[in-house]
């Protein structure tokens, strides 16, 4: 029987944690290592280290292998909401229903902390033995033309908001999607094989994550989330809801899962559990 999705989500979840706990340093008494672990083991879906172990599976790539790039992955996606968080920034309290790292510590150690995490992550998979292309598609998956510069996108419209829904498309594309990209390419990419099939399916639930999300926003409460809600309203930026209206998104959000859906019918092994999972995208809660 084919594994169930969110039986391996959970399951998936707790590798990578266990993995992050063997990986990131811990000495009594460091404040820096503290931090790390305090951001990096804080309770979270995993959904992107999922990704990572699911194509690596459907590729013959070892679980042992994937792990690590899982949790490397892991520390930068953690890192990048340790810095969106701080005042600087998103401004934020609260983050998966605890206090944010800056408000748990201080501004300096936060920052110093997301630098450690995002640069550790590098350090943990050349360790590895990793290919220089994955280790530089993950590098451009996070900087300049990746999550950084989407994130300067995100922080230029909240002075002139998004002209078009190209605009928004594109932050997403950068701040979002391109870590769900590297994620469901790594094991393509570690397998030596074509990226094309898993590049089309990450495309399409990286934005229907990210509308998925400006639609949690509405209907949800910070309490349900663990984070803050409605905070581009407040500031009169534009969200998906705005271009495309409450009912408009939900159904591009849905045309977008069925769009990577359709990107696995390329592969012969069963693809069950990458179909539950792009459902998941626009079913889940928080």
Request: aromatic share 6%; charged share 25%; proline share 2%.
């Amino acid at each position: 029987m084919a594994e169930n999705f969110e039986t391996a989500l959970i399951a998936y979840a707790r590798k990578v944690e266990a993995k992050l706990e063997v990986l990131l340093p811990f000495l009594a008494g460091n404040r820096l290592q503290d931090a790390m672990r305090y951001a990096a083991l804080s309770e979270g879906k995993r959904l992107r280290p999922f990704f990572v172990l699911a194509s690596a599976k459907l590729h013959g790539v070892s679980e042992p292998r994937a792990l690590t790039v899982a949790a490397a992955l892991e520390m930068i996606h953690c890192y990048s909401l340790v810095h969106d968080d701080l005042p600087a920034m998103d401004n934020d309290n609260l983050r998966r229903g605890r206090a944010t790292t800056h408000k748990k510590f201080d501004e300096a150690t936060a920052i110093l902390a997301g630098d450690a995490l995002l640069t550790f992550a590098f350090e943990v998979l050349a360790e590895a033995g990793e290919s220089s292309v994955l280790i530089a598609a993950l590098a451009r998956a996070a900087g300049p033309r990746g999550m950084a510069g989407g994130q300067m996108l995100d922080i230029e419209a909240e002075t002139k908001g998004f002209a078009s829904l190209n605009d928004i498309s594109k932050m997403q594309r950068q701040k979002t999607g391109a870590l769900f990209e590297f994620a469901c390419t790594a094991g393509p990419m570690m397998a030596g094989e074509d990226v094309t099939a898993m590049h089309d399916y990450a495309e399409n639930i990286g934005l229907a994550f990210q509308i998925a999300d400006d639609i949690l926003d509405v209907e949800s409460t910070s309490t349900a989330l663990g984070k803050a809600t409605q905070k581009d309203s407040t500031q009169g930026k534009a969200t998906f809801v705005d271009f495309f209206g409450l009912d408009g998104a939900k159904q591009e959000a849905s045309r977008l899962v069925e769009n990577a859906k359709a990107a696995l019918v390329t592969y012969e092994a069963s693809v069950e559990m990458l179909r539950e999972a792009a459902d998941f995208m626009i079913a889940r809660r928080k």
